[in-house]
């Protein structure tokens, strides 16, 4: 049984820093893309950034410059470090995984709250 367990979530001021992370188990995920979503009240779930097993990257244009996605493959963990914070990143913030030639493979984690707030 696949498992994404997130962390890292909480209050942080704007201008500030978190680093989130999910590990992962329940199978081989060197064939999965990892990423990270995001939902604010009333809105979508959106993606915010994504890495397949060979290191690639893809963000949206709202976070580039600003957050970075890594993956360590040895311990199935990624990573959403996420600097200079602004209000509207407020969110919470979940970790995915999906094979990459199999859709119906595609696992959520429960979320992690991320509020920027003075």
């Known amino acids: 049984q696949v498992q994404l367990v997130e962390s890292g979530g909480d209050l942080v001021q704007p201008g500030g820093s978190l680093r989130l992370s999910c590990v992962a188990s329940?199978?081989?995920?060197?064939?999965?893309?990892m990423g990270w979503y995001r939902q604010a009240p009333g809105n979508t779930r959106e993606l915010v950034a994504s890495?397949?097993?060979?290191?690639?990257?893809n963000y949206v244009d709202l976070v580039k410059g600003r957050f970075t996605i890594s993956r360590d493959t040895a311990k199935n963990t990624v990573y959403l470090q996420m600097n200079n914070l602004k209000p509207e990143d407020t969110a919470v913030y979940f970790c995915?995984?999906?094979?990459?030639?199999?859709?119906?493979?595609?696992?959520w984690g429960q979320g992690t709250q991320v509020t920027v707030s003075s």
């Open positions: 995915n995984t999906r094979h990459v030639f199999r859709e119906s493979l595609n696992y």
């Open positions: 890495i397949g097993s060979g290191g690639r990257t």
């Open positions: 329940g199978t081989d995920f060197r064939s999965y893309v």
